[in-house]
């Protein structure tokens, strides 16, 4: 069964960049059925969608994000990999890796999310 | 960018009762809308896609229905293990974005 791992800093500096990875097990990220998600949950607040990467490196970024943002996928290690830079307090929040299904773009398997402090 | 809201933002409710929570859509979005349930401390995990076709391994009493821009979860006969934050989703446009949550607390 597919799982993901959200992993990486939980601690980042104001104006400094956030780096996250997401392992992939149980499948592969190649899969032309699936695309790639990073979702941002502030503390007590709702979801966020930060972006996408389809199997092939195409992305979709948000655009009240995209300046900031970079996803990227790493083949050999079956890991997706979230960049956010210039990072404020806003950013605080949890992040989720999320598997999309091409079909319908919901989100059918989560990551348990990994805490970011900006501070 | 679509904006979701939903109704209402909070709710308490008996077990065995019946929970209505609507989501609606600032344009229509045919039936492009996937519900999900996010208990304290876990994450979201989908209950309902394209407004009502059932997921596999989710309880039959979640069900689902709705289209354009008005959109319906119901939970038959409510179990405590529901106490949960319920949020819509819609995946007609980008970017994708979700509905601001109903949390369901049992009495």
């Known amino acids: 069964q597919l799982q993901l791992q959200e992993s990486g800093s939980g601690l980042v500096k104001p104006s400094q960049t956030l780096s996250l990875t997401c392992a992939v097990s149980g499948g592969s990220i190649s899969s032309g059925f699936y695309s790639w998600n990073w979702i941002r949950q502030p503390p007590g607040k709702g979801l966020e969608s930060i972006g996408y990467?389809?199997?092939?490196?195409?992305?979709y970024y948000n655009p009240s994000l995209k300046s900031r943002v970079t996803i990227s996928l790493d083949r050999s290690k079956n890991q997706v990999s979230l960049r956010l830079s210039s990072v404020t307090a806003a950013d605080t929040a949890v992040y989720y890796c999320?598997?999309?299904?091409?079909?319908?773009?919901?989100?059918?398997?989560w990551g348990q999310g990994t805490m970011v402090t900006v501070s | 960018e679509i904006v979701l809201t939903q109704s209402p933002d909070f709710q308490s409710v008996t077990p065995n009762e019946k929970v209505t929570i609507t989501c609606r859509a600032s344009?229509?979005?045919?039936?492009?809308l996937h519900w999900y349930q996010q208990k304290p401390d876990q994450s979201p995990k989908l209950l309902i896609k394209?407004?009502?076709q059932s997921i596999s391994g989710v309880p039959t009493r979640f069900s689902g229905s709705g289209s354009g821009t008005d959109f319906t979860l119901t939970i038959n006969s409510l179990e405590a293990e529901d106490a949960a934050t319920y949020y819509c989703q819609q995946s007609s446009s980008l970017p994708l974005t979700f509905g601001p949550g109903t949390k369901v607390d049992i009495k």
């Open positions: 344009q229509s979005i045919g039936t492009s």
């Open positions: 394209y407004a009502s």
């Open positions: 999320a598997r999309g299904r091409t079909l319908d773009l919901a989100f059918d398997i």
């Open positions: 990467i389809n199997h092939s490196g195409s992305t």
